[in-house]
């Protein structure tokens, strides 16, 4: 479900998967080759939501952005090739490039992680955290508690698979009205 919100209009490329249940609501722009599963909400209203290409916001995901009483916004920016696992909470943070978000994980408001950080399933990154590239979070609150040298393999592979899976889902996926299946 795509929704506009006062006047504002979700941006997003005409190749990506939007699973019917999700919601991409307001202020939202997502890039080329992205997907957006099931149950999944994308909340843009208080301020803008920027997601890159090759993006994966998997089921039950809830991203929206983060504003004060004295009229702050923060944004959420989520950079490109970002998988962010299922159930996961990210308020108005900055993802860089390549970070995979553990299932249930939360990111804070004002929290920045650099480029290929990944977050355990179920941790809490603080509010503000400025957390350096190639990063390994785990824990509540969660802790450095190693680095990498550079981009894992493993994620390179994981953001192609969904790549591939939402082309499958958009050329071979279908709502089924009736409530009989046949034999």
Known sequence: MIIEFEEKKPVIADDIFV?????VIGDVSIGEGSSV???????????PIRIGSGCSIQDNVVIHVNHSSDGLVFP?????DCII???????GCRLGKGCLIGMNAVILPKASLGEGCVV???????????????????????????????PS?????????????????????????????SL
Do not use: C
């Open 19 to 23: 699973a019917p249940t999700a919601a």
């Open 37 to 47: 599963w099931f149950g999944a909400v994308i909340r843009g209203d208080y301020g």
């Open 76 to 80: 959420t920016i989520i950079e490109d």
């Open 85 to 91: 696992g299922h159930g996961a909470v990210i308020e």
């Open 120 to 150: 355990a399933a179920g941790s809490v990154i603080k509010t503000g955290e400025e957390i350096p590239p190639y990063s390994l979070l785990a824990g509540t609150p969660a802790i450095i508690k190693r680095t990498f040298d550079g």
């Open 153 to 181: 393999d493993d994620l390179t592979w994981a953001v192609s698979e969904y790549r591939q899976l939402s082309v499958k889902y958009q050329s071979r996926s279908k709502i089924i009205t009736s409530k009989r299946g």
